[in-house]
């Protein structure tokens, strides 16, 4: 029988990050020892507190189908994270909970952009975002940033990429893959350019708010000017370490909610019902209950810059938050090493897989030819065998 694959999704890029993570797996299963560093993903347990919660939620039979856009008291806990977190005053109007960020930005998409509309994304950016955004019929416009400008995306660089067709800028801050966090001076910067164009709006991804080292998360929708015309999008995953739970959320102009719990409506219906119980408990405890875990990415992050700074051929920003570096290997580019020729990061990547048993992501996927992704979210021991590893097959 012929394959009558739509059209959308032939054209449409696997994620590389759990392409990465899946093809390490199998490799794993082959019998080979692979360290992991491509996935994005806490390696720590969830905090005994939440898993309580969700465990009386079970005894307490939240067994039925949820409200579309969330459980009333979990929009509360939100509209209160928001205010205390971020200065954010949020209705329960104007709030959204979804399976996921992913599918909060998803949501956003389809809601907001109407065929050819252009969607500029500062590279390096997240995988999915180009690809959510084509989903929609949009059209992702790149913008290179360097690690001469710690890889965020300039005032003038914004003004040069506006179009008449500009609809939205998506962006993460911490971000992935860069780790680097915009402050308010630059956020500021940003928005005054926006200024003269009241109809661009802003997906700001703030799902690693938490896990920032140099401490003054900035939401631009705090911002002079920007809150009608910003989506902020957040969710457990990170900083609570419960990514296979998949609660993410919005706070938004009360119409894009609207269109993102109509459409939920129609896909997936509310998200699920253990999860948003134990999302409250979360969202209620102070950010301190959750501190061990950002001190700990901290300590992994200077030990691994250390460490990947002692290996010729890697340039390193500071990334001030997130749990990546996103070093610059394009020094090693045209170089052959134990017989295969370096071309790209993604033969670099494939290579450090293949020779090393380190599994990293090409900077291809997020938008950067010249970088690759490794992830630190793994323990003191794994990270320092890894780069060991990959600086003998250097
Ligand atoms: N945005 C960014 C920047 C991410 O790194 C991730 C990680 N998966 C997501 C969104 C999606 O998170 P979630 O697990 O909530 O879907
Ligand atoms: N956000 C994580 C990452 O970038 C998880 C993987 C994914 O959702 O794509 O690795």
Not at 32 to 45: Q, V
Not at 273 to 295: G, N
Not at 377 to 383: I, V
């Amino acid at each position: 029988m012929s394959n009558h694959l739509s059209d959308r999704i032939k054209e449409m890029s696997t994620s590389a990050t759990l392409a990465m993570a899946a093809k390490a797996r199998e490799l794993r299963n082959e019998g080979k020892d692979i360290i992991g560093l491509s996935l994005g993903e806490p390696d720590f347990n969830i905090p005994d507190f939440i898993k309580e919660s969700a465990k009386q939620a079970i005894d307490e039979n939240y067994s039925s189908y949820t409200p579309v856009d969330g459980y009333a008291e979990l929009k509360k806990a939100i509209a209160l994270k928001f205010k205390r977190d971020n200065g954010l005053d949020y209705g329960l109007n104007q709030i959204v909970v979804s399976t996921g960020a992913k599918q909060s930005l998803y949501n956003v998409a389809m809601v907001v952009l109407n065929p050819g509309d252009e969607v500029i994304l500062p590279a390096p950016y997240w995988v999915s975002y180009a690809d959510i955004v084509k989903l929609a019929e949009g059209v992702p416009v790149e913008v290179a940033t360097g690690i001469d400008t710690d890889f965020k995306m300039t005032p003038a660089q914004l003004e040069a990429a506006i179009t008449p067709n500009t609809r939205m800028i998506w962006f993460s801050s911490p971000c992935n893959p860069s780790g680097s966090v915009y402050s308010k001076e630059e956020l500021e910067g940003l928005a005054e350019v926006l200024k003269n164009y009241p109809d661009i709006y802003v997906v700001s991804d703030e799902i690693y708010e938490h896990i920032n080292f140099v401490g003054d998360h900035v939401s631009i929708a705090s911002i002079d000017g920007m809150y009608d015309r910003t989506v902020t999008v957040n969710g457990v995953s990170k900083a609570f370490a419960m990514t296979g739970w998949r609660i993410g959320y919005i706070g938004a102009p009360e119409w894009i909610a609207k269109g993102c719990t109509k459409l939920q409506g129609q896909v997936t219906s509310g998200a699920n019902s253990i999860a948003q119980r134990a999302v409250i408990t979360a969202l209620e405890a102070p950010v301190s209950k959750i501190k061990y875990m950002i001190d700990e990415f901290h300590k992994r992050r200077d030990l691994v810059l250390g460490l990947l700074g002692e290996i010729e051929g890697f340039k390193l920003n500071v990334p001030e938050g997130a749990f990546y570096v996103f070093p610059d290997i394009s020094a090693f580019f045209g170089k052959t090493l134990n017989g295969t020729t370096i071309n790209s990061a993604s033969d670099f990547a494939l290579y450090l897989l293949e020779n090393a048993n380190v599994a990293t992501v090409t900077g291809e996927a997020f938008g950067n030819p010249n970088c690759i992704r490794i992830s630190y979210a793994a323990s003191e021991k794994e990270l320092k065998e890894a780069i060991a590893r990959i600086k003998a097959v250097l």
